[in-house]
Nanobody
Framework: QVQLVESGGGLVQTGGPLRLSCAGSGATGGINAMGWYRQAAGNKREMVARITSDGNTAYEDSLKGRFTISRDYAKNTVYLQMNSLKPEDTGRYYC?????????WGQGTQVTVSS
């Protein structure tokens, strides 16, 4: 069983940066993919970014250039650096991990971008 703890959300002004962290614990062996999803009020959850065990990354097209995902393999931690934030980036951000063919989700951290 993998436990995920997210941190780093909060209130930020338009154009500002924010960095999210997600620490995984309880995984035996290496975690495969780690990533971030987000869900705005009334919308479906959507992928923000993912990073595999060998460092390959994928982003939602509209976020490329503003968001950067990275990973500390030794700490089983994934980060999301978000720059030039916009009000439409507001939502709850969830950490996701694929480990031994199982999907795990964190509780989410709220990001609110004020205009």
């Amino acid at each position: 069983q993998v436990q995920l703890v997210e941190s780093g959300g909060g209130l930020v002004q338009t154009g500002g940066p924010l960095r999210l962290s997600c620490a995984g614990s309880g995984a035996t062996g290496g975690i495969n993919a780690m990533g971030w999803y987000r869900q705005a009020a009334g919308n479906k959850r959507e992928m923000v970014a993912r990073i595999t065990s060998d460092g390959n990354t994928a982003y939602e097209d509209s976020l490329k250039g503003r968001f950067t995902i990275s990973r500390d393999y030794a700490k089983n931690t994934v980060y999301l650096q978000m720059n030039s934030l916009k009000p439409e980036d507001t939502g709850r951000y969830y950490c996701n991990v694929v480990h031994q063919f199982m999907n795990y989700w964190g509780q989410g951290t709220q990001v609110t971008v004020s205009s």
